[in-house]
């Protein structure tokens, strides 16, 4: 269920087009079959890789005997650090510049070195992928094996303080003195939360279908950003960029993965020039596991005072999390806790402890995901010390404007999404007394948690033209991940030019397409529809400027300044005219226009005021009084996210948020045994994800507003704002419904059924 409440008088539109739930665009070609993914793409002649990893975590290859591998039937290549083309090295574990970190070469069989386990350490290509797989177990490696550190619990004592956390984020911030403010509070929570490594795992799996013509590169892949897989392979393969073409219009599902190129793409791309021919590569859902990033493991201290009159006077959050050895990344899992709530002593500390792993990566909403979990279990902690409900302390807590930058909000809704919700969610029947809700052998839970997540916008281009017919085409190098991409921005298109959405054809996924920031942030539908939008009224001028002037315009001489676009024609002032039939006279050849829009921080008002969105998540759970096991019984998710251009696709993705949130609170965790280093739940066996059974009911209601300091829409991004808090609210209503408060996650039957109370039958 999705539905809409007024709060701000929302912007009409030229024609209603944006705001309706369209269905998707793209929706009939995966139906049928029809959208083709990386790995479906063919071209005659197309060889086959598989990569055989590394079986040990640190050390070097002292041998590796390829020989019968070579030998082995339909084998074209195996390909070691031996033999691999000259790569450079990967250099430092920081680079200078954030968007460094995405452009940067990231080589691949250039060294014996072995940096983590499963590191590609061959690769073998032949006729068929059956035939590469078994030529790779033919391969024997020996490996000087050396010790290695995989254990955060273990070197907290050797943290130390990155100079920046992911996406420039300061690492640390200070303002009063909380030390003095927390020893003096009448009342504090001071807790510690463990947060376990957790994967991806899209649906679709990171492959790649290199082909050379030339010097001329194109790589079909699963990308979120183009551009930059574009310029991570060109400094890889030391070429110009524009020698790259990345094609990828369909994703089956990225969260921050496919954000950068992996070894499939490097490898791929390398082993196509030594043969002359393509070369496909997908990596196993076992690969990659260590081969396409992950979530590290953190541990998080949140430390919470009040006066008795439950005003915060106090606030840190201090995290220690996991991070590679050879490069550099620091989740901003604290800097959420900057905006969230009003105190005015105020600290936010990240710490890195170095192991022998791959990088942690991007992973759906980087930093408020596994921060809230925490920070709003510690708010649920506090408000049972104060005797205050949960809504009435986060509401006694809102801020005038940003508590550590000191200027307005753009649009803040936060209190009325908790309002909202627990008037739709019945909050008041909740027991504030843990354990006392029962159905039988069942123990009944009510939890809520805040949601807040940053408002971003990246520099886009996008192209639009329109033929003597009245089609319109877009083209844009934007990606959609499955997130409705190609839907929203056709509903753009049509709205701007008053044309139906049968007359818009949007074309995504090829580098040759003008640049975007891609899919990632809970940007690409601000980003890509800005510049879509603002292309479009760039037409709009052209088309406006021949009609006034030509000869064959049936407009020519028309003097009035006001003119609209819409249900196919174009108006000024009391005359007007079909817009196909005003094109075919006046530009046989049709129209073209481009249009850009800067990054926020070239934007004025991304510096002036604070902008996110905001929400309140609300769960119910049944706890078996016997076995401990946890059923979901429904939630709802209130959201305040400015504009909403699509209802239908924007639910699926708060949808989405939701159920990663349950996975979060209760199941995902991936083991890195602190013995050898590797993922010992590497696949989807043992790695738990929800599934139909896990999910409850699930509604979702956006409140209606429209942020005018955001962008030409006054929409804000909701793709990870699902999941900001959900998991926490799981969390609360578990303890809401035992008493028992697990802070080690995921909450399961192991941590949950020794601590639950003996109730008699």
């Known amino acids: 269920m999705t539905e809409t409440k007024t709060s701000n008088r929302p912007r009409e539109t030229r024609s209603g087009i944006i705001g309706r739930p369209f269905d998707r665009i793209d929706g009939p070609l995966k139906v049928r079959g029809d959208a083709t993914y990386a790995y479906e793409n063919t071209l005659e002649g197309t060889a086959f890789g598989y990569i055989l990893g590394a079986a040990v975590a ?88 050396e010790p290695g550190l995989y254990d955060l619990s273990g070197h907290v004592a050797d943290a130390y303080a990155p100079k920046r956390t992911n996406a420039g984020f300061e690492t640390d911030s200070v303002i009063g003195d909380f030390e003095s403010a927390f020893a003096a509070a009448p009342v504090k929570v001071d807790a510690t939360y463990r947060t376990p490594f957790e994967h991806h795992n899209p649906m679709e799996p990171h492959a790649t279908l290199a082909a050379w013509s030339g010097n001329e590169l194109t790589i079909h892949t699963s990308a979120q950003t183009l551009a930059n897989f574009r310029a991570g392979v060109a400094s890889t393969l030391r070429i110009p960029p524009e020698r790259v073409r990345i094609v990828s219009p ?128 510690a708010m649920d902690e506090l408000a049972e010390r104060l005797g205050l409900d949960p809504i009435e302390l986060r509401i006694r807590n809102e801020p005038a404007q940003d508590p550590e930058r000191g200027v307005p909000f753009s649009t803040r809704n936060l209190v009325a999404c908790m309002e909202e919700g627990a008037r739709r969610f019945g909050w008041q029947r909740r027991n504030p007394t843990p354990g006392r809700a029962r159905e039988g052998r069942k123990l009944i839970g009510y939890g809520m948690a805040a949601a807040i997540r940053p408002n971003y916008i990246g520099a886009a281009t996008a192209r639009v033209a329109i033929d003597r017919d009245g089609r319109v085409t877009a083209r844009l190098d934007m990606t959609d991940i499955g997130t409705g991409t190609y839907t929203i921005l056709t509903q753009i298109a049509a709205d701007s030019l008053g044309v139906p959405i049968s007359s818009v054809k949007v074309e995504l996924g090829d580098s040759r397409f003008p640049r975007t920031a891609g899919s990632g942030g809970s940007w690409g539908a601000a980003s890509a529809g800005s510049a879509l939008h603002n292309a479009c009224n760039a037409l709009r001028e052209r088309i406006l400027q021949a009609a006034r002037s030509s000869e064959a315009s049936p407009l020519r001489g028309a003097g009035a300044t006001e003119a609209s676009f819409a249900d196919g024609e174009v108006r000024l002032g009391q005359r007007s005219a079909s817009l196909a039939d005003l094109v075919r006279r006046i530009a046989p050849d049709g129209f073209e226009a481009e249009g850009s829009v800067a990054a926020g921080a070239a934007n004025p008002s991304y510096k002036a005021y604070s902008q996110h969105s905001y929400g309140a998540h609300f769960a119910e759970v049944a706890v078996d009084c016997d076995t401990g096991e946890i059923r979901m019984r429904r939630m709802l998710a209130v959201m305040g996210a400015g504009r909403i251009l699509n ?115």
């Open 250 to 377: 369909f994703i089956g599902g990225g969260f921050g993965s496919k954000l950068i190129a992996h070894a499939d793409t490097i490898l791929a791309a390398l082993a196509a020039k030594v043969l002359q021919r393509p070369v496909k590569i997908a990596l196993t859902r076992q690969q990659m596991f260590a081969n396409a990033g992950h979530r590290a493991e953190m541990i998080q201290q949140v430390r919470l005072s009040t006066g008795t009159d439950g005003r915060l006077t106090g606030i840190a959050h201090d995290i220690w999390s996991a991070t590679s050895s050879f490069e550099e990344y620091c989740e901003q899992t604290a800097v959420f806790a900057r905006s969230l709530y009003a105190a005015p002593n105020r600290v936010t500390r990240h710490r890195l402890v170095s192991l022998d792993i791959n990088r942690g990566e991007w992973m759906r909403s980087p930093g408020e995901a596994p921060g809230m979990l925490a920070f709003e279990c």
């Open 58 to 145: 640190k050390g070097r290859i002292a041998e590796i005997d390829t020989a019968e591998a070579e030998r082995a039937p339909a084998v074209l290549l195996v390909m070691t650090h031996r033999n691999a083309p000259s790569q450079p090295d990967f250099g430092p574990a920081v680079t200078p510049t954030v968007p460094e970190v995405f452009t940067r070469a990231r080589p691949a069989l250039n060294s014996e070195r072995v940096r983590y386990y499963d590191e590609p350490v061959a690769l073998v290509v032949a006729e068929t992928f059956e035939a590469a797989r078994a030529a790779a177990g033919l391969i024997k490696v020996r490996y000087d094996e």
């Open 647 to 761: 209802p239908k696709t924007a639910r699926s993705q708060i949808i989405g948020g939701m159920t990663w949130g349950i996975g979060a609170a209760l199941m995902e965790q991936t083991v890195l045994d602190r013995r050898y280093g590797h993922f010992v739940n590497h696949d989807l066996a043992e790695y738990h994800v929800p599934i139909n059974g896990d999910v409850p009911e699930m509604e979702v209601v956006f409140l209606e507003e429209h942020d005018d300091k955001a962008n030409p829409f006054g929409a804000k991004g909701i793709g990870e704002l699902g999941v900001c808090g959900a998991g926490a609210a799981v969390a609360n209503a578990i303890y809401n419904a035992t008493g028992v408060r697990v802070r080690d996650f995921p909450i399961t039957l192991d941590k949950l059924l020794p601590a639950l109370p003996v109730i008699a039958i």
